[in-house]
């Protein structure tokens, strides 16, 4: 009788609490439903829907219209290529310069902060600077003159892919750099200590302890370029306008371009499928990040 | 019960990881070679010469069921500063013929307008009427293709009282794209022009010489090449713009629009260039240019008989510039020919009704009124624009403005002269807008070659593409 009493004031004060609980959760609910669920679900909704006048049902046609736009097809090529270099180089780039800082050399500090420093400058200064940079009667250009090299047209040839390229890398692989000097920290010394021991080369500290113990840290940093390299786009628009060349015409520029034209509803089979390409490269990436490792982040 | 739940969770994610897997191979799949051949499709050779000969007119097509809004007692009109000489008069008629309905005028910067606008309409809780110039946003035709507007023609249709004839048909029908009048054109444009017959004399030329697209060009290059030293001799204008930079920016966007070249085909949805003709005048801009910085000197002009061709685009300026001291016919009045040497105008102003006002048959009301004799016929306050109601026009400026003018200015007009005008200003094939969003475009990708700085073909292979992409989002 008193096990009673006591389970139904438990269950009553654990009801309680759940309450509790959901209100305190209440506003960030709403928030998700206001800001994010009901907004897609309107998104799915115009995605099905003849035009914006006109609520039609059409079934997937405006998504066969899409696959089928030249536009579409160019910028999710462009996108996924852009993707496909930019994220082996930075994660390489960056694990690189980390194994280096981390060795703890003459001026870390220094290097530490300097690689920092782009991620701090406001967007048009980045731009403006680029422009100087890669302009036709730009810095590179003007030391290529020097050198008798025929100057090169960066901005609005096939070569802005290459600038675009160089700016993701040098506004990002900073960020990178902490979070892998972050996860490089995180090893525990005795590790290597005993693998000295052992007698163990710089090699085999590396492939052994260092980037078995660090891999779950390098899904995550994987992800955060990946969504990085879907910001760049602001540098893109601002550099190159919002038709740029052929090589950086990105899934953003058909977004934002539709957005301009008020074609709402191809925007919304764009976001639909551009969401289900990221749900599927995220998932994969979390798959493989908890078959392969034990360590939890 | 937690293990269906589960189960239906588990199911969930499996369908929604199936169905993101078939897109993302549909996707990358569809993205395979063919992408650069669909971009580069019109710079193939077979395309290269492509021209609009296969593109149809816009052509009316049977509405679709429409169902027609109960009048309402709301009224909420959008338009741009500088419209009030058209909008004011409306809206007075608007509210002594309908007092019950309260009218709201919103009137916005073009700045203001360009953003406002698209974010509203959108929305959906818009206006329910708009009047705009052509260039108050950057691309007409993309707006319509959205189904942002309402079909006219459902209210035309059901509407005895209207009769399409009254109107300059031509540009009345400027407003159709895919079979639906989505927006209806309230004001047009033409290019008009005066020539001198002694001058062209005097350079071994005549009137045959500018009758044409093509020959127009060449006499305005042989005069420019012909007279380039000499400060006194204009081309074009009548004016003292002595900014190198600015007068071939003025003669670049200028000639782009009179010349009524297509660039994009909307109603087939695809970049439609004449090459050769939009080829003859980028040359003809390119040979027109001073070099940039300097500062040209200008005086004489047509007053000393030292000018080619002279734009009156106003209607009195018109009859003034061709008949005003026009002693011994030495005038020739004609309006700049077409790529395709056709009378070709250009909106300038136009109302549409969008397809979330929940206040249409007002929004209809107050249309018919921009459109009635009454402001068809009224004051335009002496800006160049033609109103489209066709018999209206005529009366109009016959009437009110050719006697009164030509009254003040003791010019003494025979009819045949005025039929000679007036069928010039009415006699029109289409009507049509070049959007702002693609003369950027053109700007952009065509000046490398103004500059000398890159050949045609590669400019002109840059343009299209970008017009490909363009077209296509």
Request: net charge negative; charged share 20%.
């Amino acid at each position: 009788m008193i096990q009673e009493t006591e389970m139904k004031k438990s269950s009553k004060l654990s009801r309680r609490e759940s309450l509790t609980g959901f209100l305190f959760c209440l506003p960030s609910i709403l928030g998700m439903l206001m800001f994010f669920v009901i907004p897609f679900g309107i998104t799915i909704y115009l995605s099905l829907t003849e035009s914006m006048g006109n609520s039609k049902f059409v079934g997937l046609k405006n998504y066969a219209d899409v696959l089928n736009s030249a536009a579409f097809k160019l910028a999710a090529k462009n996108t996924f290529r852009f993707n496909a270099i930019a994220i082996p180089l930075i994660m390489a780039i960056s694990l690189f310069v980390s194994l280096l800082l981390f060795k703890k050399l003459k001026g870390y500090n220094f290097f530490r902060t300097t690689f920092i420093f782009p991620l701090v400058l406001p967007v048009a200064s980045v731009v403006l600077f680029f422009q100087i940079i890669f302009n036709e009667t730009g810095l590179i250009n003007n030391i290529l003159e020097l050198l008798h090299i025929a100057p090169v047209q960066w901005i609005n040839s096939s070569n802005s892919f290459v600038v675009l390229m160089v700016l993701y890398l040098w506004k990002n692989t900073g960020y990178n750099i902490i979070l892998f000097l972050s996860a490089l920290n995180s090893i525990p010394r005795a590790y290597y200590e005993a693998a000295e021991l052992d007698g163990a080369s710089q090699g085999a500290k590396l492939f052994k302890i260092t980037l078995p113990l660090i891999m779950p840290y390098t899904f995550i940093i994987i992800v955060i370029s990946l969504i990085n390299s879907f910001k760049s786009f602001r540098e893109a628009f601002i550099l190159f306008g919002s038709h740029p060349d052929q090589s950086i015409y990105m899934i953003q520029h058909f977004m934002n371009n539709n957005f301009q034209n008020l074609n709402y509803i191809r925007l919304s089979v764009g976001a639909i499928l551009i969401f289900l390409v990221i749900f599927v490269l995220v998932f994969i990436l979390l798959r493989l990040r908890n078959k392969g490792g034990d360590i939890e982040l | 019960m937690k293990n269906i739940v589960k189960n239906i969770l588990k199911n969930t994610v499996a369908f929604l990881l199936m169905s993101a897997t078939i897109f993302t191979l549909f996707i990358f799949t569809s993205c395979s070679n063919d992408v650069t051949e669909n971009i580069n499709l019109s710079n193939s050779p077979d395309n290269a010469n492509s021209t609009n000969d296969d593109a149809h007119e816009p052509k009316e097509t049977e509405p679709e069921p429409f169902d027609m809004q109960e009048p309402t007692n709301k009224l909420t009109l959008y338009t741009v500063e500088m419209t009030g000489i058209t909008i004011n008069p409306a809206v007075n008629i608007f509210k002594e013929m309908y007092p019950d309905v309260e009218v709201e005028v919103k009137s916005f910067s073009g700045e203001e307008y360009r953003t406002i606008l698209p974010t509203e309409l959108a929305s959906g809780k818009g206006p329910d009427l708009v009047f705009s110039f052509a260039s108050d946003v950057a691309d007409i035709y993309k707006m319509m293709s959205t189904g942002i507007f309402v079909d006219l023609n459902h209210f035309i249709n059901n509407d005895e009282e209207f009769h399409i004839e009254d109107y300059v048909e031509g540009a009345f029908n400027g407003g159709i794209l895919h079979g639906k009048r989505y927006i209806m054109p309230v004001e047009y444009g033409i290019s008009t022009w005066v020539a001198f017959r002694d001058i062209l004399e005097n350079e071994g030329l005549f009137e045959e010489d500018i009758s044409t697209y093509d020959k127009l060009l060449n006499t305005m290059v042989k005069c420019h090449e012909k007279h380039k030293d000499d400060p006194e001799y204009y081309v074009m204008y009548n004016d003292y713009i002595t900014d190198a930079a600015q007068l071939n920016s003025m003669w670049f966007s200028d000639l782009l629009k009179v010349s009524k070249i297509e660039f994009i085909d909307y109603e087939n949805n695809k970049v439609s260039i004449d090459k050769d003709k939009f080829k003859t005048l980028m040359d003809t801009v390119k040979a027109l240019r001073y070099p940039e910085g300097e500062t040209i000197s200008r005086g004489g002009g047509w007053w000393d008989g030292k000018c080619l061709l002279t734009s009156f685009n106003s209607v009195n300026n018109l009859f003034w510039g061709a008949y005003g001291s026009n002693k011994n016919n030495n005038r020739i009045a004609f309006s700049f020919p077409s790529y395709k040497d056709e009378a070709v105008a250009d909106i300038i102003s136009y109302a549409a009704i969008p397809s979330a006002s929940q206040n249409q048959v007002n929004a209809y009301r107050l249309l018919k009124i921009l459109l009635s004799p009454e402001i068809q016929g009224g004051d335009n306050g002496g800006y160049s624009y033609l109103r489209i109601g066709s018999l209206v026009l005529i009366s109009a400026i016959r009437e009110n403005k050719i006697v009164a003018f030509t009254k003040e200015m003791h010019i003494d007009l025979t009819d045949e002269q005025v039929d000679s005008l007036m069928d010039m200003l009415t006699n029109i094939k289409t009507a049509k807008i070049l959007p702002s969003a693609v003369i950027k475009f053109i700007t952009d990708e065509m000046t490398p070659y103004l500059n000398g700085s890159k050949t045609f073909d590669e400019c002109y292979s840059r343009l299209e593409t970008t017009l490909e992409l363009y077209k296509d989002e």
